[in-house]
């Protein structure tokens, strides 16, 4: 079956400071792969993806390159802000099901000091 | 924008005692998911509907039923709740056409089960 592993947090950094945070995954077919972010008592918002090999999904000064030779879709920001504070979830969605069905990680909570 | 509205966004049950959690999107999107979200655990597929009259079940169904009541409305029962339901549940959904498409989420709906 399909799985994603992230690094395990929490992170804590320092404004200015560089991002990353390591996902891995697992998938049967040729999957899509996204990174979401969720604000304190809000649902996930999508904040990047990539829809294959070598795609560099990029918002908000984050990126994420999708590498299906390490099955890898890292996300890295080159200076965080206190703003950035929140939890990251990687995933993938399956095309094969034409369903649209994600796998989650578990997530990653960045706390961003001033 | 609406967006997917869920409701309500705090509940309290007694174990045994049954609920409708209600979701609702106004993008014409195909796909709609049931998603829980447990400390460490990531977000775990409950259940999902590709489409208008058709529901699957995802990666843990037990102790609970979907109703796709159109293509707008997608909610969530449980018949007889029970502690290990106590969780924070989003309702999602996607345009679900090729699998590449993202998703949108709701607010949450809060639930302790006592």
């Known amino acids: 079956g399909n799985s994603v592993t992230q690094m395990e947090g929490p992170v804590t950094l320092s404004e200015e400071a560089f991002l990353t945070i390591n996902c891995t995954y697992t998938?049967?077919?040729?999957?899509?792969l996204f990174w979401y972010v969720q604000y304190p008592g809000e649902g996930l918002q999508l904040l990047l993806k990539?829809?294959?090999?070598?795609d560099k999904g990029s918002n908000k000064g984050f990126e994420a390159t999708y590498r299906k030779e390490t099955t890898s879709f890292h996300l890295e920001k080159g200076s965080v802000q206190v703003s950035d504070s929140a939890v990251y979830f990687c995933?993938?969605?399956?095309?094969?099901?034409?369903?649209?069905?994600?796998?989650f990680g578990d997530g990653t909570t960045l706390t961003v000091k001033p | 924008n609406a967006g997917v509205t869920q409701t309500p966004k705090f509940q309290v049950l007694k174990t045994g005692q049954s609920m409708t959690l209600q979701c609702a999107q106004d993008?014409?999107?195909?796909?709609m998911y049931w998603y829980r979200q447990d400390p460490g655990m990531g977000l775990r597929l409950i259940y999902y509907?590709?489409?208008?009259?058709?529901?699957d079940k995802g990666e843990v169904p037990n102790g609970y039923n979907v109703s796709r009541l159109n293509k707008r409305e997608f909610s969530l029962r449980l018949e007889s709740a029970a502690p290990s339901q106590t969780s924070v549940y989003f309702c999602?959904?996607?345009?679900?056409?090729?699998?590449?498409?993202?998703?949108?989420f709701g607010s949450g709906t809060q639930l302790s089960v006592l």
């Open positions: 999602a959904s996607s345009s679900g056409v090729t699998g590449n498409e993202k998703l949108f």
């Open positions: 998938a049967t077919g040729y999957p899509s």
């Open positions: 990539a829809t294959k090999a070598d």
């Open positions: 995933a993938l969605s399956d095309r094969d099901t034409n369903a649209g069905k994600s796998t």
């Open positions: 993008m014409n999107h195909n796909s």
């Open positions: 509907s590709a489409s208008e009259g058709t529901t």
